[in-house]
């Protein structure tokens, strides 16, 4: 069965610093993995993807997404966080031959001034 | 262009009722799917749909049904509700083919009394 751990349930960080969030996955094959941004009673908004090539992903916003097949992880990082930044975020996968997501638990990001 | 909507916003139901949600797709995509998110949580998959048919199903009940249209929109519709069911309820819409992300709707906010 697939499954995603997201090991930090909250991280903090002061605005300026860089920020990682971490991602680690459980499944069998070659999975797409996505990050997705949500903040107070909104949707999930897309911020980036990986499907193959490139371990290093860069997507909106200024931030980026490193994967890491031996170690099955997929880090969200940003080189200098912004206020703006805070609100949870979600790693997700999905095999090539499904449709549906899998999703983590979450880390709740906060940036401080 | 809209992106995915969804309605209501919130919804109030008593245990036993039955409710229906719906949502319309960002413009171009064929299929929707649909996701629980409990508070606190990531998002849980209920099902997907693609050419009117229910394609993927997670781990729910048949309490929890659903339909799509021939203009690409959907329903969830949810019987016998419990308290258990109170959750942020999203709609995802997607193209059927490739490593293709997911957009959200805003969801909508069902609380079961």
């Known amino acids: 069965a697939q499954s995603v751990a997201q090991p930090e349930d909250q991280v903090n960080v002061a605005e300026g610093n860089p920020l990682t969030v971490k991602c680690t996955y459980s499944v069998s094959g070659n999975p797409y993995l996505f990050w997705y941004v949500q903040y107070p009673n909104r949707g999930l908004q897309f911020l980036l993807k990986y499907i193959t090539g490139d371990n290093l992903v860069k997507g909106s916003y200024g931030f980026e997404a490193e994967f890491n097949k031996s170690q099955t992880s997929f880090h969200l990082k940003k080189p200098s966080a912004l206020v703006s930044d805070s609100a949870l975020y979600f790693c997700a996968v999905r095999l090539p031959y499904g449709q549906n997501f899998v999703f983590g638990p979450g880390t709740r990001l906060s940036a401080l001034p | 262009d809209a992106g995915v909507t969804q309605s209501p916003t919130h919804l109030i139901k008593t245990r036993g009722q039955q409710v229906t949600l719906r949502c319309s797709p960002k413009s171009g995509h064929d299929t929707v799917s649909w996701y629980q998110q409990a508070l606190g949580q990531g998002p849980q998959f209920i099902f997907q749909y693609y050419e009117e048919e229910e394609r993927q199903r997670g781990n729910f009940p048949d309490r929890f049904s659903g339909h799509q249209f021939p203009n690409y929109s959907s329903e969830l519709n949810v019987n016998a509700l419990l308290l258990g069911d109170s959750a942020l309820y999203l709609c995802?819409?997607?193209?059927?083919?490739?490593?293709?992300?997911?957009?959200f709707g805003p969801g909508t906010r069902l609380t079961v009394l």
């Open positions: 995802a819409s997607s193209f059927r083919r490739g490593a293709n992300e997911q957009f």
